[in-house]
C-alpha cells in the first residue's frame, strides 16, 4: 500500500442513497460511515435527493465526506424514470470513483443493483479489495414481484451482478438464506461473510403503549396493530388489510400502517373499496418518535411475499424487537425474519398471502392467547445480543482492517 506509516486506512464507498435520504440503504449506510469514520476516512460517492433535497455537492457530515455527484432524481414508482435515475448515478459515480484519491478499499451497497459493477471497476484501478453489502438479490426480487418481465434485461442483470459476486473480495450477506442465495448465483462461499442489519436499542427501547405519540394519534384506547416502514410490493400489505374484513366484530381494534412507498396510493383504495373503517394510515414519523410510535403498537405484522426469502431481508424487523413489541410474520418458514422469530420466541409466523390466517393470528393476539409481553421481552434481548449497531460496526471494522491491511 502507499499509505504512510500511521495514516489511516482510506474507505471509498459507494450507493445512490445516503443520509439524509429515507431510504433504508440511506439510514443503514450512513450510520455504519459514521461509525467507521473513527478509525477510516471515509469518503462516499452518492446521487442527489429530491426529497429531501440534496443538491450535488461536497460536504463533511459526521466526520464523513459525501460527494453528491449529478444524477437525476425523478419518482421512483415510475420505472424508467427509475432507470434513467440509476444510469445517471451509474455514470457520474463511475467518474467520480476514477478521479478519488487513493483507497485502500472500496465499499458498496447495492442501490441500484450494478452499482458493485462499478465500485469493481474503481477498486480494480487502484488495486484496493471490494466488499459488497448485498441488501437484497437482484434480478431475482423483481422477477418474483413481476416488477420485471424482460428475459433479455433480465438475462443481462443476472450476467453483470454474477459478475461482481465472482470478483469482489468479500461479499456482506445480511443473512443465512441470503449467503444461500448469493452462493447460489456464484458467490464463492468462502468470501461471503454474514452481518445481519442492525438497530440501535439505545435510541429505541420499550415505552408504555399509552404515551403522548399514541394519545396524540387516537390510539391509547384501542388494540392497534401496526406495519411500520416501507409500503412496497415485497411487504404484501395486501394481506393485511383483507384481513381485517374478518375482524369486523372487534370494535376497539385499529390496523395501522405507518409510512409510504410505490404501492400506498393502491393500498388506501383497496381499503375504501372494502370499507375497512379500521385501517389507518400515517406517513414516515420522526426517527426521535420511533420509540413511541412503536411501542403504540400491541402487535406488529411483517410481511414479505412468497417467494422472496433470502431475496430481501426486511431490516424493520429489528426496530419493532428493540422497542420490545411481539411480532406476526407473514412470510415463508424459511425466510430469515420467520427463522428469527421462531428461534427466538418473539412472535408468530403464517403464511404469507393468506388474509384469513393472518386475521385468526390477529385474533388469538386480541383474546389473550398469546403471551405478547414474554414475546416482546425475549425480542428485546436478542436485538441488544445480536443485532445491536455496536455489533454489527464491530464486524465490519474487523473485516474492513483486515482486508485494509492484507
Same mark, same amino acid.
Request: some cysteine; overall charge neutral.
Given at each position: 500500500?502507499?499509505?504512510?506509516? /500511521? ?210 394519534? /387516537? ?39 405507518? /409510512?409510504? /412507498? ?145
Amino acid at each position: 500500500m502507499s499509505r504512510r506509516k /500511521g495514516e489511516r486506512p482510506r474507505l471509498l464507498v459507494m450507493n445512490q442513497y445516503y443520509a439524509p435520504g429515507f431510504e433504508a440503504t440511506a439510514y443503514l449506510l450512513s450510520q455504519l460511515c459514521a461509525a467507521l469514520a473513527e478509525d477510516f476516512d471515509v469518503a462516499v460517492v452518492t446521487g442527489r435527493l429530491a426529497t429531501p433535497r440534496a443538491d450535488p455537492g461536497r460536504t463533511v457530515v459526521d466526520g464523513v465526506e459525501v460527494l453528491r455527484v449529478r444524477s437525476t432524481a425523478f419518482d421512483r414508482s415510475n420505472l424508467p424514470l427509475r432507470a434513467l435515475n440509476y444510469v445517471t448515478y451509474l455514470l457520474s459515480s463511475l467518474r467520480a470513483g476514477l478521479f478519488a484519491r487513493k483507497p485502500d478499499v472500496v465499499l458498496c451497497m447495492t442501490d441500484p443493483p450494478v452499482i458493485a459493477d462499478v465500485a469493481l471497476l474503481v477498486a480494480r484501478r487502484y488495486r484496493a479489495p471490494l466488499v459488497v453489502v448485498s441488501q437484497d438479490v437482484f434480478p431475482e426480487i423483481a422477477v418474483e414481484l413481476k416488477r420485471l418481465e424482460s428475459k433479455p434485461l433480465i438475462e443481462l442483470l443476472r450476467t453483470l451482478i454474477g459478475f461482481y459476486l465472482r470478483r469482489a473480495d468479500r461479499v456482506v450477506a445480511i443473512g443465512e438464506t441470503m449467503r444461500a442465495r448469493l452462493e447460489e448465483k456464484g458467490a464463492p462461499a468462502d468470501r461471503i461473510t454474514v452481518i445481519p442489519n442492525w438497530v440501535d436499542t439505545h435510541a429505541i427501547t420499550p415505552a408504555a403503549k399509552d404515551n403522548d405519540w399514541s394519545r396524540e394519534q /387516537g390510539l391509547g384506547d384501542a388494540f392497534v396493530v401496526m406495519h411500520s416502514g416501507n409500503v412496497g410490493h415485497a411487504q404484501n400489505l395486501d394481506a393485511l388489510v383483507r384481513a381485517t374484513t374478518f375482524l369486523r366484530d372487534l370494535d376497539d381494534l385499529l390496523v395501522t400502517i405507518i /409510512g409510504g /412507498g410505490a404501492r400506498h396510493a393502491e393500498l388506501v383504495e383497496l381499503s375504501e373499496r372494502l370499507e375497512t373503517d379500521q385501517v389507518r394510515f400515517l406517513g414516515y414519523q420522526p426517527r426521535e418518535l420511533l420509540s413511541l410510535s412503536l411501542s403504540a403498537a400491541d402487535v406488529h405484522v411483517v410481511g414479505l411475499a412468497r417467494g422472496l426469502s433470502g431475496y430481501v431481508v426486511p431490516s424493520r424487523l429489528y426496530g419493532i424487537l428493540a422497542a420490545g413489541r411481539p411480532v406476526i410474520v407473514a412470510a415463508d418458514p424459511d425466510s430469515e425474519t420467520a427463522r428469527v422469530v421462531l428461534q427466538e420466541g418473539c412472535g408468530v409466523v403464517v403464511a404469507p398471502g393468506r388474509p384469513e390466517l393472518l386475521a385468526q393470528a390477529i385474533r388469538s393476539a386480541y383474546d389473550g392467547e398469546l403471551d405478547l409481553a414474554g414475546m416482546g421481552a425475549r425480542g428485546r434481548a436478542y436485538v441488544v445480543r445480536e443485532a445491536d449497531r455496536s455489533v454489527a460496526f464491530d464486524r465490519y471494522r474487523s473485516m474492513l482492517r483486515e482486508l485494509a491491511h492484507a
